[in-house]
């Protein structure tokens, strides 16, 4: 067994905690961090720029193995004590696994659309945990790539746990000039559809959503900004026979998602 | 100003947090709890059997107003100190609105369900957020009733707080035994379909869903039992192009729920 590390003032352990709690942080270290044995394990696997593995005494007693497998023993690793566990953990039954991984290079909108492709576009989204199952839907359904504009840090813990490591997977760019983004959508001829709660909006179940197709949905207590709805090819709305308040943003994405792709 | 209350033994706040906490505390007093100002706010509006109200004191002087109105006053209330309020909240940033409220007699599926309309079932589903969000969508799609089979608690806070009030508008029914629960929706001519991942399934996009029907959800891990889901009238598969792993139950649910629905 390596040496246990008990004190909160370790570094690791404190720039673990440093870039757990501040966007500015990740930001200036290029790092995020990492938790829950599925989530490292599919970053370790799909090779996804783990710089730091920090696992607690009786998490490293029960995943090592399963974690650290053939040409991955390479990747520098701590053990922790339990009770550090719990300290830095985000969760209250926290299986002790933790990690840190590069922020990848931040792909603008051309670099990860083409002609042809389905995508959806989160634009002012605040809630990490709707963000991230979004990603995660989009994901499952087989969207071509999720586009983030003026909405919540993509690598903060929150949004990266509800992703369910489909950060890892899905094609994912970040462009908040609206200008710049309306302007690399046009380039590839996609039709933008806003969605919002307009009675005059098109009804989805009337949209065919063939060709190249952005989906733009909006914040989740406010909706699209009127003029950005405007912009948008056309407007379209989920046709409800209950109480509208009731959808949540990411219920609405999902089956605006499932629309695109069907 | 009330009298404030700061103790936590406070008979009232003692059993706020009883209620809260378990299970069997709700079922012996025929209690649960709310919290937040709109839950709250739609269970007085609804009429929905709240038997106390308790405001912290910030709450009390933001909120009592609203919460007050006309033929409400007679709702009984306490005022408690900001920092009792802070330890009976279940989240961080709490609003300092609490309420008891009389569980509703359980209605069995023969009560909430006739020819002709859309149910959803949920079978063995164990994450109260989700089950939360799925009787949220439900409401929102214009479903006819939720059924619950072996599910998690529906009046564990977590749930609660999840539907956003849509518990108090939603027809909901308990039914852990399945041979009755097969029987009650045979006798209404229910078309039933178990959402499943085998490729044998039938794809939703080929369903009609026309006349009575019941989509069944299992648990959120290792999805329905082999015995329920063969015996439902059909299987049935969101066909899915990406990483079907990535697809949690209550998103499928939702759009088994919109495919129902449309």
Chains 1, 2 share one sequence.
């Not at 000039?177 to 690399?184: T, W």
């Amino acid at each position: 067994m390596e040496n246990i590390i008990t004190s909160k003032d370790n570094p690791t352990v404190k720039l673990y905690q440093k870039l757990s709690s501040s966007k500015k942080e990740r930001l200036q270290y290029g790092l995020f961090v990492l938790e829950g044995l599925r989530i490292v394990g599919d970053a370790l696997r799909e090779d996804s720029g783990i710089t730091q593995l920090i696992l607690t005494q009786k998490a490293h007693e029960r995943f090592s193995e399963e974690l650290l497998q053939a040409d991955l023993r390479s990747t520098k690793t701590i053990v922790i004590s339990n009770e550090l566990g719990n300290k830095i953990a985000s969760t209250d039954a926290t299986q002790g696994v933790f990690a840190m991984c590069r922020i990848p290079v931040q792909r603008k909108v051309k670099h990860i659309v083409s002609s042809g492709g389905k995508y959806l576009v989160l634009f002012g989204l605040q809630d990490p945990g709707n963000v991230g199952m979004m990603i995660r839907t989009a994901d499952a359904l087989g969207i071509d790539g999720v586009i983030m504009s003026g909405s919540c840090d993509l690598y903060s813990p929150k949004v990266i746990r509800s992703t369910m490591g489909s950060v890892f997977r899905m094609k994912i760019a970040i462009e908040n000039d609206a200008d710049v983004l309306f302007s690399e959508l046009d380039d590839i001829g996609a039709v933008t559809s806003a969605a919002v709660i307009d009675k005059d909006a098109k009804p989805v179940t009337e949209c065919t959503f063939e060709g190249t197709q952005a989906v733009f949905i909006g914040n989740e207590g406010n909706g699209l900004p009127a003029d950005i709805a405007q912009r948008c090819t056309q407007k379209v709305i989920i046709p409800m026979h209950g109480n509208i308040n009731s959808l949540n943003a990411a219920m609405a994405a999902g089956i605006l998602m499932w629309e695109l792709s069907k």
